[in-house]
């Protein structure tokens, strides 16, 4: 790899950055503040100039690719970069230069495995993002964030875990070639492949395994929790994208998703809860896509992750700056905030009507293109599934969390509104949400696309029918408001078992294992302490009457010969010659009386 390839790799530029973060705010707070989007905005220029291919090296006979750049990659790699300049202004008031460093390597993390072209690459980068994610968790400082980034990391650790296994397992089943990370046949998919495809999974918040989301994202810090919504789950459906297309499990995995969150979403009092659900649902309709297989619903899959992860991030900055200029966060603490926080207001429901799929929207151009896939597919009972969760989106997000947070009942709270960078991020994700939806700006995303398109959103069917789907809702949430006012509760899904788990974890760990320890401890001061001190005192005494003995005596002898000698040697040469010339006749006499 050449130097000048590795300046072109955007995840350079993030790993420097997150390094001299403490550093440049410790010379000035400024120079903190300009790269947390400078750097962004470098990404969002280097991308463009990228090879095809660069970056291979070659390590203990492995080839490392950290390069590789197709129309699937650039998808990503276009609204990754980009989503990061969002979360840098949005995060420009946070004066902790960790959480910035936190940041910039989970970013890194997922350029890095969007970028990656084999399977040890990718690891390494998957793991960076899981324990770089968990410091946005944690930077929160409060005891249930503390617990719920332990939980998130434990999570992400065995899921990590097993792809490694599937990475091991591949390896030997088929050797070197099976470290480039290509597409899986679904006809000759083994154990190995499985495993990689589970660990996937649950980045993608596939369920079962998919509680670990709605258990940590509320509890992240404001900024945290927007750039956690854009990327985790968004580079596990380019990794399911890039492997796995065609999968009937993801299909039938994913129409589950869609309904699953809405359902959830439907009951959740705490908005970021509400939101953190929704992206289950949302990436259900991208896992969906990518099992179905087709041109037309991989696609959509693609624009659907692009589109989310702008409507999402502008929903999550919403709520978080009621979060940040309030302290609450629960639908049932709140109420008539739109005369304290006009703007934040303004762009929350931009983001409801984003993901509700309004035509002039993104989420009109990308949701309706998987749902179209599902059709061209013949797949009836997923394109109704989908169909159907699209209610409960409208229902949850573009309804019931804007009224009553920003209408509704006055609750009292007061509020002001956020600083100035964390309405201009929201601003330019209000932006594109409507870029996106109509016009040159669907045209300039559809080209970006894996596969030529030939779709078209806004056709007479499609408007007519997202109308009626959009006024039904509106008039059920009308009649059936006051069943769907929040309640202050918590609903437990399936993080209960982990939950639970974790205190079965900690019984085991404090009893049977501490007793045992103790017994262990016992013994060895009964019996291994007195056994040791013994053989100590048989080494040393072997030590000393053996080897020294040895070595000590043969060095006497050694001494005492020499001092012999030396009594030999008087300094007198008479004596020299004279016991020279009869060692001459005593060696002459030898030889005749032998011979």
Not at 318 to 347: D, Q, Y
Not at 492 to 508: E, I
Request: net charge neutral.
């Amino acid at each position: 790899m050449t130097s000048h390839e590795l300046f072109m790799h955007p995840t350079t530029w993030f790993f420097l950055a997150a390094v001299a973060m403490p550093l440049l705010k410790r010379i000035h707070p400024v120079l903190m503040k300009l790269a947390l989007v400078g750097v962004p905005a470098l990404s969002i220029v280097l991308i463009y100039q990228l090879p095809e291919s660069f970056g291979t090296v070659t390590w203990m006979g492995f080839d490392l690719v950290f390069g590789r750049v197709d129309k699937l990659t650039f998808v990503f790699l276009n609204v990754f970069t980009l989503m990061a300049l969002i979360g840098g202004f949005y995060s420009l008031h946070v004066k902790e230069s960790g959480h910035h460093t936190a940041a910039f390597l989970y970013v890194a993390g997922s350029l890095g495995v969007t970028l990656c072209g084999d399977y040890f690459t990718l690891f390494a980068f998957w793991e960076l993002m899981a324990f770089a994610s968990t410091f946005l968790v944690w930077y929160r400082k409060k005891k249930k964030s503390v617990e719920a980034g332990f939980r998130y990391l434990l999570v992400h650790t065995a899921g990590g875990l097993v792809l490694l296994a599937g990475i091991f397992l591949r390896y030997q089943n088929v050797g070197l070639e099976g470290l480039a990370f290509e597409q899986i046949a679904r006809d000759g998919a083994t154990l190995a492949d499985y495993l990689i495809m589970i660990g996937f999974m649950l980045n993608a918040a596939v369920p079962p395994i998919h509680a670990w989301l709605p258990d940590a994202y509320p509890e992240a810090t404001v900024a945290g929790a927007v750039f956690m919504c854009a990327f985790t789950t968004k580079t596990a459906v380019y990794v399911l994208a890039r492997a796995f297309p065609g999968f009937e499990a993801l299909a039938i995995l994913g129409a589950i998703m869609t309904l699953y969150g809405v359902a959830y979403a439907v009951i959740e009092n705490d908005a970021r809860r509400i939101l953190a659900y929704h992206i289950v649902s949302q990436v259900g309709y991208m896992v969906c896509g990518i099992g179905i297989g087709t041109a037309m619903s991989i696609n959509g899959a693609c624009a659907h992750a692009y589109a989310h992860i702008l409507y999402k991030a502008l929903l999550f900055m919403g709520v978080g700056a009621v979060l940040e200029m309030t302290g609450k966060s629960k639908l049932s603490e709140l109420g008539g905030m739109w005369k304290h926080m006009p703007w934040a207001m303004v762009f929350t429901v931009i983001g409801g009507i984003s993901i509700s799929g309004f035509p002039l929207t993104s989420g009109f151009v990308s949701k309706s293109m998987i749902i179209a896939g599902a059709g061209e597919a013949h797949r009836p009972v997923l394109l109704v599934m989908l169909t159907l969760a699209s209610v409960g989106t409208f229902l949850s997000v573009g309804i019931k969390l804007p009224y009553y947070i920003w209408f509704g009942k006055d609750s009292g709270v007061e509020g002001r509104e956020a600083p100035w960078n964390m309405n201009l991020a929201m601003l330019i994700a209000a932006f594109f949400c409507f870029f996106l939806g109509f016009g040159p700006g669907t045209s300039w995303l559809y080209q970006m696309l894996p596969f030529g398109v030939g779709y078209h959103p806004y056709s007479a069917y499609h408007l007519s029918e997202t109308f009626q789907i959009l006024s039904f809702t509106g008039l059920g949430f009308y009649l059936m408001v006051k069943k769907l006012t929040p309640e202050d509760h918590m609903s437990l899904d399936l993080d209960w078992f982990y939950r639970k788990g974790a205190r079965v974890f900690m019984w085991v760990a404090s009893k049977p294992i501490h007793a045992f320890n103790e017994w262990m401890d016992n013994v060895y001061r009964t019996i291994g302490t007195p056994l040791s001190m013994a053989l100590a005192r048989a080494f040393t005494w072997f030590d000393k009457e053996g080897i020294d003995f040895t070595i000590d005596g043969s060095a006497r002898q050694v001494v005492e010969g020499g001092n012999k000698l030396r009594q030999v040697q008087t300094g007198q040469v008479q004596q020299y010659i004279g016991s020279a010339v009869a060692a001459i006749f005593v060696i002459l006499a030898a030889v005749v009386f032998f011979v």
